[in-house]
């Protein structure tokens, strides 16, 4: 009888299913960060610009040789003469500002100075002096202050190279094989009150 217990009781025992490891799913390629769209805002495309976030507070002078979105607070003047300035929605800046272009969508209680151009777009809000090359304030926006635009002169040839261009001019009219003439010197003009003589 002990025999028949002994091997009902090991029938009893479920067997432990045996591990067989399944086989591994090939690994996928990485897609390359750089051929995702990006993100663009309402100003336009913000890449290659350094962003100060909406949780930020920078107090100071800010300098620098990029272009910069500042969607939080800065209490102190910024200068970026070669680069672009956005001042996102939720910006506000509190000092004055000098940069190539400059563009508004927050709040700018300051100075704005753009070598090119400054645009204040609908729902901003600006309180200081405009100076820039080509103004734009768009309807529904606040601004209170004066404006002034920058007129760029092209710089006027020197009055030796126009000779010399007329000169190049002249020879490139004779053609080939002929001399070009040379300019008339200039003679002394006359006195235009004749001595009197007694």
């Not at 479920?14 to 990485?30: F, G, I």
């Not at 890449?47 to 979105?69: N, W």
């Not at 004055?96 to 400054?118: C, D, K, P, Y």
């Not at 006027?156 to 008339?184: I, L, N, S, V």
Request: glycine share 10%; hydrophobic share 35%; proline share 9%.
């Amino acid at each position: 009888m002990s025999m028949w217990n002994r091997s009902k009781k090991e029938e009893d025992i479920p067997q432990r299913p045996t591990y067989s490891p399944e086989p591994a799913e090939p690994a996928r390629e990485a897609i390359p960060m750089a051929t995702y769209p990006l993100k663009t805002a309402e100003f336009g495309t913000t890449r290659g610009a350094a962003v100060l976030g909406r949780s930020l507070l920078v107090t100071g002078h800010v300098t620098g040789k990029e272009d910069l979105v500042i969607d939080g607070r800065v209490e102190g003047d910024i200068d970026l003469p070669e680069n672009r300035l956005t001042v996102g929605a939720a910006g506000h800046v509190q000092g004055g500002i000098r940069a190539r272009e400059i563009v508004v969508l927050g709040t700018v209680q300051g100075n704005l100075e753009a070598s090119e151009r400054v645009e204040i777009k609908k729902n901003a809000r600006v309180v200081g002096d405009l100076k820039a090359q080509r103004p734009v304030i768009e309807d529904e926006a606040y601004f209170k202050g004066n404006v002034e635009t920058i007129r760029v002169d092209k710089p006027k040839p020197a009055p030796a190279a126009t000779a010399e261009a007329a000169q190049a001019a002249a020879a490139g009219q004779a053609g080939a094989g002929q001399t070009a003439a040379k300019p008339a010197q200039q003679g002394t003009l006359p006195n235009p009150k004749p001595e009197l003589r007694p």
